[in-house]
């Protein structure tokens, strides 16, 4: 397969979303389904820290939802279908762009018992997992999210 075709992923939105049971509201139902819905992954998306992530620095995801929200940027972030459609592309092509890194999809947090979620991707051992964390837990400079790069 041709290199630039091995990074490009394409969006199906006929297909539903599946979240996890726990769910009870989508907070941005109007960023799930959204354009690009093709694009490559090496050339149109890079990884993106908040400033409290810098380093060897920590901060909660709440912190980051707000700040997101706040400078109106989370129609810049992927979103689940996103997330899902770079599973699809499995383990090699996720640990060549991402290596040990968990991604974030910040455009597709949730609500649910009584907590927001935020989902992500990482490698667990021959194959990308989908997952979703807790805005009251931590994220690192290991955890950061994917947005589509600005145009120059």
Known sequence: ?????????????TKDLIYPDFKRE?????LERKEPNEYN???QVELWLHPKQSGYKKT??????????ASDQLQN????ADLLAIKAK????FRRLYGNKAVY????VIRGDG???VPYLCAYINTVVIKWRCLSGTLDALSPALVFKKAK
């Open 1 to 13: 397969m041709p290199p630039e075709r091995v990074f490009r992923v394409r969006i199906d939105y």
């Open 41 to 43: 992954l090496l050339t």
């Open 90 to 93: 499995g383990v090699d092509v």
């Open 26 to 30: 989508i907070c941005h139902p109007e």
């Open 115 to 117: 907590n927001y979620y």
């Open 60 to 69: 909660l995801g709440y912190i980051i939802y707000e700040d997101l929200k």
């Open 77 to 80: 972030h992927l979103n689940l």
């Open 105 to 108: 999809g910040w455009a597709s």
